[in-house]
């Protein structure tokens, strides 16, 4: 994170300072803060391991004395993309109080995200376990070592190659240490970026959000109290930590923070997560849509004993209502719905709200100093309870992406709004937001984005193909799922879709975004403009569903 991060406009961030939002501590420091008042109380358990809040605090200091011996400095980065693990969150910690962030990037990326990943942020380091969910991510930490000069540390669980000394072993670096270290690690200063969260972009490379270590800190110090999170919450993550809405919304980082205790799980599966929840007595949870839908389901016939369950958050796209209205009923706990993004902005329904607002509405902005703006296509904001873009800026939402003047210039204003891409209006009387649409080329399926431009690119490279265009067509679990609209080169045999999955998985492309279905077809329809009319297309996909 060498180049300038940009950063909230000065007038904005001294009164988010004098107005006491902004703090004066690190997110290490906040996280790590009941290691003073509750030293032996279970911090994080994972896998059968288990660290108190001091042991986590003994490991971080470890674990950043550590990475300081082996060179990595204050304004370095490191990709870290592990499993819900202890030493996720240790290495996390560890480097973002270096001030070396971590650049939290899902397991399910693969050769072709990450290639473009490594050449935006250049990093140091990348923390991966050996082998994750059959595939062999050393293996493809290697392909990106060789290719990248930068990348001089591979940092690894699991690996059994004594020999190559490049490659650190992650769970002796996370080991408390028992006498002081000899190197004294640096330490972020409060404008630098605590750790990197992924965005999805809507065309080519994901795009990296630095999030500032005052900023985040503040996120993490409000939202426990909005999820009823306190020091006796037990927060099970079920999905991937390394994105935003587990990592602290308040999530993993936020329920720590607060004195509560988390479970890191590896699956979301039903029976795999009703049987944590017994065992741990878990309170909170974090759930896209479909898999509070499948929950709900799974629990009408369960022998698990879920009576400890107290709030389940949905969010990540936008439930039905019939996704929600079961969970009380089905899971005894409270429905939240959050509406976020990994660029800032984060939104909740009351524990408390009326259940109309709750099932109805996607929440309101987290804190009294987020700034939103509904706009229309002309920029002017909509009369009230009209549907437009929503535009934000506030004290925990960024100012703009790493290293991309481009996507800046799209995507924030020129006075610092950020321009979310999602249509909304405000719900009357409440306040509360409900989410439209998007006005971006993005398929949202259960929660995982895909831009269509990428999938559009790639499959245009099958030899077969003479024209391709990529829809998110209606589907009852995942909201939608991806759609693949190809014209055959003339002569040339179509392609089914299994065929057309292996090429664009052959590609390195991760397993989430390959289509779901795939239509041939003669013709796309086009605008005047030459570009594919794809709300033409959307409304043939609902004319053959109704
Ligand atoms: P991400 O940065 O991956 O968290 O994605 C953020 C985007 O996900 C938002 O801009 C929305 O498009 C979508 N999203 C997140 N939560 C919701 C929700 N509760 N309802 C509708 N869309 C959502």
Sequence with gaps: MREPLARIDPERARHYR??????????????????????DAVALTAGGRSLSHGALAAAVASAAARLTTLGVRRGDAMIVQLPNDLELVVLTL???RIGAPPVLTPTALRDYELDQLVRIVRPVGIAVAATHARFDHLAMARRLRAAHPSVRR??????????????????????PMDGPSASEPETAQLDDAALCLLSSGTTGPPKVIPRLQQAYDYQLRITPNLAGVDQDSVYLAVMPAT?????????VLGTIGAGGRVVLGHSAEPAVAF????????????????LAQRWAEAATDTGHDLSSLRVVQVGGARPSRPQVERIPRALGAVVQQCYGMSEGLLNYTSLDDSTDIIFDTQGRPASPADEILVVGADGNPVPPGGVGELLTRGPYTVAGYYADDAANAKSFTGDGYYRTGDLVRVHQPSSSL??????RDVVNRGGEKIPAAELESLAGEHPAVAEVAVIGVPHERYGEIVCLYIVCRDGLPAPDLREVRGFLAERGLARFKLPECLEIVERLPYLGIGKVDKKSLRASVDKTAG
């Design 154 to 175: 591979l940092v690894v669980s699991d690996a059994d190659d004594a020999a190559d000394e490049s490659v650190v072993d992650l769970i002796a670096l996370c080991e």
């Design 243 to 251: 994105h935003g809405f587990v990592l602290g919304c308040p999530g």
């Design 434 to 439: 409900v989410v439209e649409g998007r006005c």
């Design 275 to 290: 049987e944590l929840i017994e065992r741990e007595r878990v309170t909170h949870c974090a759930l896209v849509p479909a």
């Design 18 to 39: 004098e107005s006491g939002l902004w703090g004066s501590s690190r997110v290490d420091q906040t996280v790590l803060a009941a290691a003073r008042i509750r030293p």
């Design 94 to 96: 560890a480097l973002s």
